[in-house]
């Protein structure tokens, strides 16, 4: 079992968005995916990045004010597809796409993945099937970006789960592929039902805490973003609740690293040149 990150494109905001108080000029969310080699699964996906597909989903209103709220910047060799195949990994044989929430970063390069089954939260999936117009664009869901047959693919966590239980952080995990090294885990707030993952070998151990902060330093310093991001999050007290559960658990396991999706921190572990 292993595990790399990989990044296929970026959007802008200003810094002060993940740091009010001392943020200056404009920075980077790199779309980071993680592909996750499993010896009874093959390769597994977790997110996708970006694809062009974003500029398709976003041409008309009101799925617009998304392109201008996170303009896009990606080259085509940049997709995860793109990546793949210079691993030598052919975009069809990939069997499970996990899907940390459904914000257009993380999934929009899921229509490369056809013969995927698509693992989700049940909340998670609830919230993109009920969302539509413009509450769904507020919650930074576009539905373009799904494929045709998504209902069909889509394999519910709970469902799913071999074993699901609370840790000593109260962090929820889910034990998916019967592999210690590696569990799902619930990180309530910024999206309704986001998902991340424990993974911990020989060379290494990580809490990847995906959007649960954009920040590594805002997250360690209790600086939280600006408010303005209510207007989108889930659950700003959730979002809160999250972030103390994982110092909790870093505190009890100061050998994982914590990761978060766009973070400086994060682009160490980045194989490909970005």
């Not at 991340?196 to 360690?220: C, H, N, P, R, V």
Request: hydrophobic residues 40%; glycine residues 6%; aromatic residues 14%.
């Amino acid at each position: 079992m292993n595990i790399r990150f990989f990044a296929s494109g970026y959007c802008e905001a200003h810094e002060k968005i993940v740091n009010p108080l001392n943020g200056k000029g404009v920075s980077k969310f790199y779309a980071v995916w993680a592909l996750i080699y499993l010896p009874e699964f093959g390769n597994i996906l977790f997110d996708t990045g970006y694809t062009k597909e974003f500029d398709k989903a976003t041409s008309s209103f009101p799925e617009r004010f998304y392109r201008w709220a996170t303009p896009l910047h990606l080259k085509p060799h940049q997709t995860a597809k793109a990546l793949l195949g210079n691993e030598g990994i052919n975009a069809d044989e990939i069997q499970y796409v996990i899907i940390s929430h459904f914000h257009a970063d993380h999934i929009a390069g899921l229509k490369d993945f056809p013969n995927a089954k698509i693992i989700c939260s049940k909340l998670a999936y609830h919230e993109v099937m009920t969302s539509k117009g413009v509450r769904a664009v507020s919650k930074g869901i576009l539905h373009k970006l799904l494929p045709d047959d998504f209902e069909n693919r889509v394999v519910l966590l709970e469902d799913f789960a071999k074993n699901i239980f609370v840790n000593d952080a109260g962090i929820t995990e889910f034990d998916v592929f019967n592999h210690s090294s590696f569990k799902l885990i619930s990180l309530d707030g910024h999206a309704k039902g986001m998902l991340g993952f424990l993974y911990k070998d020989e060379k290494q151990a990580i809490l990847y805490a995906t959007d649960a902060s954009w920040s590594y330093e805002t997250y360690q310093q209790g600086i939280l973003p600006s408010k303005i991001v209510k207007l989108f999050f889930d659950s700003w007290g959730d979002f809160i609740e999250t972030q103390n559960k994982i110092r909790a658990f870093e505190t009890a396991h100061a050998e994982f690293s914590i990761l978060f999706t766009h973070c400086a921190k994060t682009l160490n572990y980045i194989a490909n040149e970005i």
